[in-house]
């Protein structure tokens, strides 16, 4: 399969602090790809070493097989939303789409006028009196007109309100699915994600805990009801993500590597947010413990 | 990347050029007046004549009258000058330190890095733009103050070497306002935010201006000294437009007897006590007056070097500033 973006055991340090650490992972082409984590997870890193504003201090992260950090001609083939979509304030959304014209060699001006006029964004205002929801537009069709094949998408939803996340999310799905855009769009909430996405990879503390496609996810994880359990291996489970125990009885989220037939377990079918939570509250826990001094 | 550079500093620009005009508006007229009085007071006449050698007492009287007037009426106008040093360094905090520190402030760096054009390059043109219209301004800043300072210059002693004036006209200006603005860019490259960058900017700019003016340049050639007996027939031999240094009063073997000061006594003057001049000072016969100077016609090539050293010092700042650019994320 091809592969727009791989990463093998990439790293970023702030000072003594790691941003992100020992991340390997794979995106294959045309995935909607949600990378999720909570706030501070290493999600920005991670966008910035793929669109080459960072430079890895371990490790290796390529696009399209080419090393983004000062590649200025690979930048062609990336469109990036930083989050918070920053923008020239004081530019009309028409003077945004001149400057990325002069900006990029390949730029396809009449379709960011045309993806701004649908939307109904006035072209001679400045973007810093636009809503929130409309300059995301802007910074949207800013990155489609570079007509890219890998379009990177920081927090692009966070500050928007519940119904401009919808359009947002909408639009840009209409835009790439003929396209063939690969596309990896991050958010600390899955909830905003989980519609769109085909390809997740979860990012806690630094590392990456989950990456697949939607489907093998849901379909490699159960959640097992059963007597108390005691860490002793069940057939079919390949490992436990996170347990809960009464006195009498445990909740497990497990990942499965076969069909469970022990009877003494119900099994139920999980939900993609159920794998996820289970995933960061395991992540949280260690670290807490670590930074805490006590063991777990 | 020019157009953009244009249409993102053009406000800027316009702006600059208002308080431009508005700063000839007020100097032109007071310059105008200057050279009136200049001329109706004869004092073109007497510049001449006094640098041209044994120039006679009544001429030398004559005209150092005039300078007097002269300087009376506008000594408040040092006080502008003073002001006017300034205007450079409103060139480092205004253009210098916005100019990367405002980009990541506002977090517009990640949408113009990440287009097709390398941030390399991205650099080059906006300092290069930025700098040239910085040697732009200062070149009409130089030349125009020049002009206006030209007649205080001439009726002070101490002529255009002097602290204030020579940093005001000429080319030095040029290195002033190219150092501000790097220095300005570079400060916003480290602090990345506004503020500080401005704040760091004022704060290195007059550090290091003061560093040169008092440690530098009195060394950039070999000062030369002069020395001049303590009785003498009128004013002393002193050369005027000299930049003076270090002066004080030695004794035969060269001891220094009084610093910072020069004596001047009539032929066969003695002191209240019928004393001889300057006994009470520990002045032994033969002392004579000594002074450490650079002299006027220096004037070019301090110019020069003040402007060379400022012009490296900025060069050197925008090479760190492109490669701190380069790691900004």
Not at chain 1, 235 to 250: E, F, K, L, M, Y
Not at chain 2, 108 to 122: E, I, L, P, S
Request: overall charge neutral; aromatic content about 8%; hydrophobic content about 45%.
């Amino acid at each position: 399969m091809d592969m727009v973006l791989e990463a093998d055991r990439l790293g970023k340090r702030y000072g003594s602090t790691w941003a992100l650490r020992d991340c390997s992972l794979h995106l294959p082409a045309g995935r909607i790809a949600a990378l999720v984590g909570p706030n501070g997870a290493g999600k920005s890193t991670l966008l910035h070493l793929a669109v080459g504003l960072l430079k890895p201090d371990a490790g290796a992260v390529r696009v399209f097989g080419r090393s983004p950090y000062g590649d200025t001609e690979g930048l062609a083939d990336i469109g990036f939303v930083a989050q918070d979509t920053p923008l020239y304030r004081d530019f009309t959304a028409a003077e945004l789409v001149v400057a990325g014209g002069k900006l990029n060699r390949r730029w396809d001006a009449t379709l960011a006028r045309t993806r701004l006029a649908q939307l109904g964004i006035p072209p001679d205002r400045p973007v810093g009196k636009l809503s929130g929801g409309q300059r995301a537009q802007v910074a949207l069709a800013l990155a489609l007109a570079k007509q890219p094949r890998l379009l990177l998408l920081d927090e692009p939803v966070a500050s928007l309100d519940p119904l401009a996340r919808r359009e947002f999310l909408q639009s840009l799905m209409g835009s790439v699915a003929d396209s063939g855009t690969t596309v990896l769009l991050s958010s600390h909430l899955l909830a905003d994600l989980e519609r769109v996405c085909d390809y997740l990879i979860v990012l806690n503390a630094a590392q990456v805990q989950l990456t697949g496609t939607v489907d093998d996810l849901v379909a490699g994880h159960r959640q097992l009801i059963g007597p108390r359990h005691d860490g002793g291996p069940i057939g079919g489970v390949a490992a436990v993500v996170r347990a809960s125990h009464t006195d009498r009885q445990s909740t497990l989220l497990v990942k499965t590597d076969g069909p469970i037939t022990d009877p003494a377990w119900t099994v139920r079918e999980v939900g993609l947010e159920d794998v996820v939570l289970a995933y960061l509250a395991e992540g949280n826990a260690q670290t807490s413990h670590t930074e805490w001094g006590v063991p777990a | 990347m020019i157009w953009l550079t244009w249409r993102q500093h053009r406000k800027q620009a316009f702006f600059t050029l208002l308080a431009f005009a508005a700063l000839a508006a007020l100097m032109v007229p007071i310059g105008l007046s200057m050279r009136s009085t200049f001329a109706d007071l004869g004092l073109a006449e007497c510049v001449r004549q006094l640098n041209e050698p044994n120039v006679a007492a009544a001429v030398r009287e004559g005209c150092d009258a005039g300078f007097h007037r002269f300087s009376n009426r506008y000594s408040s106008l040092n006080l502008l000058a003073v002001l006017l040093i300034t205007l450079p360094v409103l060139v480092g905090l205004f253009w210098g330190a916005p100019l990367v520190a405002r980009e990541v402030e506002h977090g517009t760096h990640r949408f113009a890095w990440t287009q097709g054009v390398g941030r390399t390059r991205w650099a080059l043109v906006k300092f290069g733009l930025v700098g040239a219209g910085a040697v732009v301004l200062a070149v009409g800043y130089g030349l125009g103050i020049s002009w206006w300072v030209d007649p205080l210059t001439q009726t002070a002693q101490e002529g255009r070497l002097g602290l204030i004036v020579f940093d005001l006209q000429g080319v030095v200006p040029i290195g002033y306002t190219l150092f501000a603005v790097a220095l300005g860019i570079f400060a916003g490259t480290v602090w990345k935010r506004m503020l500080p960058a401005m704040g760091i900017t004022l704060a290195g700019f007059i550090g290091v201006r003061a560093a040169v003016e008092i440690l530098a340049r009195p060394h950039y050639q070999p000062a030369r000294t002069q020395t001049f007996p303590i009785e003498g027939d009128g004013p002393p031999e002193i050369s005027r437009g000299n930049w003076i240094l270090t002066q004080g009063v030695r004794n035969p073997d060269g001891t220094m007897i009084a610093e910072d000061t020069r004596i001047q006594c009539p032929p066969g003057g003695k002191g209240p006590n019928g004393e001889a001049c300057g006994a009470e000072l520990g002045i032994e016969p033969g002392a004579y007056n000594w002074q450490l100077y650079q002299p006027a016609d220096r004037f070019w090539l301090f110019q020069g070097i003040e402007t060379g050293v400022f012009v490296a010092l900025a060069l050197l700042l925008l090479y760190v500033a492109i490669r701190r650019v380069r790691r900004i994320a």
